[in-house]
């Protein structure tokens, strides 16, 4: 079982940057593919960005490409998503989740409880 907990949210001004992280527990985290995903305000949830299990592969969603950038460390058992350019339209709670599949599809077996990402114009 894999424990995900998210931090580094907050409140941004357009244009700025945010480094979001996810901490997981379990000595079988390198096994995992890793997830972003993001829920706005009335909104569903959609993928943002995924990496590998080695980190040799990653994906984006077309709204994160250019802008984010999702990374990982094994050793600590860690992922990040690095968010530059920030817009408004950005805001939105931000999930880790860990899957044995690479995906950008929303079934992803671990979820962690979010982080808040709010962006002012």
């Known amino acids: 079982q894999v424990q995900l907990v998210e931090s580094g949210g907050g409140l941004v001004q357009a244009g700025g940057s945010l480094r979001l992280s996810c901490a997981a527990s379990?000595?079988?985290?390198?096994?995992?593919?890793m997830g972003w995903f993001r829920q706005g305000p009335g909104k569903e949830r959609e993928f943002v960005a995924a990496?590998?299990?080695?980190?040799?592969?990653?994906y984006y969603s077309d709204s994160a490409k250019g802008r984010f950038t999702i990374f990982r460390d094994n050793a600590k058992n860690s992922v990040h998503l690095q968010m530059n350019s920030l817009k408004p339209e950005d805001t939105a709670v931000y999930y880790c989740?860990?899957?044995?599949?690479?995906?950008?599809?929303?079934?992803?077996?671990?979820w962690g409880q979010g982080t808040q990402v709010t962006v002012s114009s």
């Open positions: 990496i590998s299990w080695s980190g040799g592969n990653t």
């Open positions: 989740a860990a899957d044995r599949r690479f995906s950008d599809y929303p079934n992803y077996e671990y």
């Open positions: 379990g000595r079988t985290f390198r096994s995992y593919a």
